[in-house]
């Protein structure tokens, strides 16, 4: 029988997916990054403080595991495989789906760890500016600029590709 915690926490693993896909570059990862970040979450769970939000202890969870691993990976020197490698596409509509997606993917990519960050909480996860600044630990007005360049950035890349 699951706590009403544990229950919050399945729910909202698609979007912690989502956002752990978009940080890491690749979905492998992403799923990587958010399985440590339940098991930290539940670890931990005694420092949420129940009628908070868990939405948001749990993305400041999975950002602070990402930054963590990122120097990790920045110390050893390791990269990532690409995203050509092992995907398959289905059909013509499939394919052309998956082309702009990849498109976007590059584009998300290229952006600044700060402004992609910015982009997938609001853009992408839905989340009011304050509720994104309070997870990335930043003022508004820092996450706003970040937006605004990350989301310049990204037209402007996207416009070249098309």
């Not at 978009?22 to 799923?31: I, N, Q, S, V, W």
Request: glycine share 10%.
């Amino acid at each position: 029988m699951s706590t009403p915690f544990e229950s919050e926490l399945l729910a909202l693993l698609p979007r912690l997916r989502r956002f752990a896909a978009g940080l890491a570059g690749d979905p492998a990862d992403g799923d990587d990054l958010c399985q440590m970040s339940i098991e930290r979450a539940l670890a931990n769970r005694q420092q949420w403080n129940e009628g908070t939000r868990l939405d948001s202890w749990m993305y400041r969870i999975l950002r602070n595991i990402w930054i963590d691993e990122g120097r990790k990976a920045t110390r050893r020197l390791q990269t990532f495989v690409g995203e050509e490698a092992g995907t398959a596409i289905g059909g013509a509509g499939a394919q052309e789906a998956a082309v702009e997606l990849s498109h976007i993917d590059r584009a998300m990519q290229r952006l600044p760890d700060d402004q992609r960050e910015a982009v997938l909480l609001v853009m992408v996860e839905g989340y009011a500016y304050k509720e994104a600044a309070e997870i990335t630990g930043c003022p508004v007005g820092t996450l706003n600029s970040r937006l605004v360049r990350g989301r310049d950035a990204l037209m402007a890349m996207l416009g070249e590709s098309a």
